[in-house]
């Protein structure tokens, strides 16, 4: 099989990484996959027209390209006016400064409502706010209860109890829990972000606790052995032999976690109505007009690319930091 003929710096950067592939190999990657996105389209638009709502006919990819690209034109306006209400109140108070040097003067946030790409950024700011606290509390306890085996035979009733649970049972007591302790006349974060965040934590870091523990527990031997004659301390154990030995599975752990807190966190959105992607499916859901359903389609192939997105970047981590890969 004849290798790579480079006739670009594109097929030339590939083949210096690849050295090994084959043009057959790299059609089959690239074509295989165009082409089963091109026979779902295909499909989505024969069978689209088929399907009556109460809201019309379900939306084709046309109709959810063109939302899609309204939506981003409103996001601009929206952009252009909070731009406008700032350069106002900054001419304001230039204003008001040239008159009294000493005069206190405020720029007011804009208060327009949040667009579809600012909910993206507040889902992607929220989710990985919960996931690292997932991690922080997930990866030293699953250290522990795999270096321990009291430790855990005592964890595991907890761990296989709480790790079946929902969060929309989690979420009413997320929120009963968080308006009665996180009362505070200058909050520095609204309490929909903790509810949410807290909620992506509970249900997230189980993957990460479960894989950790395991890694540690599975640590060849030899290595604990060797550690023992040279009588390394609690914390040099952990962090020169079990920890480097448990990586791979902790990494598998976190890509679970991560999936599963991406998840989490849009059916917590959309339930609680807390600012978000889900809450702006909900709404589009409620507002009930003729792009309602093409909008969501929009809404739910972001939430699909995003959570890929988020899969591979956790990929490249761990490939650049777990040995075996």
């Given amino acids: 099989m004849s290798t790579l003929t480079p006739s670009n710096p594109l097929l030339q950067m590939i083949r210096r990484r690849y050295p090994d592939l084959t043009g057959k190999v790299l059609l089959q990657s690239v074509t295989l996959p165009m082409l089963g996105i091109a026979l779902f389209l295909i499909a989505w638009q024969l069978i689209a027209p088929q399907i009556n709502t109460s809201l019309g006919n379900f939306p084709t990819p046309a109709n959810v ?16 006016r909070a731009a406008k209400f700032v350069e106002m109140q900054e001419t304001r108070n230039a204003r008001i400064l040239a008159d009294n040097p000493d005069a206190e003067t405020l720029i007011r946030p804009y208060p327009g409502a949040p667009t579809f790409f600012d909910q993206i950024g507040t889902s992607l700011v929220t989710v990985l706010a919960g996931f690292f606290l997932a991690t922080l509390i997930a990866v030293p306890l699953g250290v522990l209860i795999g270096l321990n085996r009291y430790f855990s035979a005592a964890a595991n009733p907890i761990i ?26 200058d909050p520095m974060f609204e ?22 523990s395991t890694g540690v527990a599975q640590v060849n031997p030899d290595l604990v052995n060797v550690s023992r004659v040279l009588r390394l301390p609690f914390w040099t154990h952990a962090r020169k032999v079990v920890l480097p030995a448990a990586v791979p599975m902790i990494f598998t752990g976190l890509r679970v976690s991560l999936g599963i807190a991406w998840m989490v966190l849009i059916a917590a959105e959309m339930l609680a109505q807390n600012p978000g992607l889900g809450k702006f499916v909900w709404d589009e859901f409620q507002n009930g007009s003729s792009e309602s359903l093409s909008r969501i389609m929009v809404a739910v192939l972001a939430i699909g690319f995003i959570g890929y997105a988020l899969d591979r970047v956790m990929l490249i981590v761990q490939r650049k930091v777990a040995w075996d890969e």
């Fill in 160 to 185: 296989q109890i709480f790790k079946p649970v929902s969060p929309l049972a989690w979420l009413p007591l997320v929120t009963m829990v968080v308006s009665a302790t996180y009362v505070s006349d």
């Fill in 191 to 212: 309490k929909a972000f903790i509810t949410s965040m807290i909620t992506v934590t509970l249900c997230s870091l189980w993957p990460t606790l479960i894989n950790t």
């Fill in 65 to 80: 390209w063109e939302q899609a690209g309204a939506l981003w034109q409103e996001h601009e306006n929206e952009q252009d």
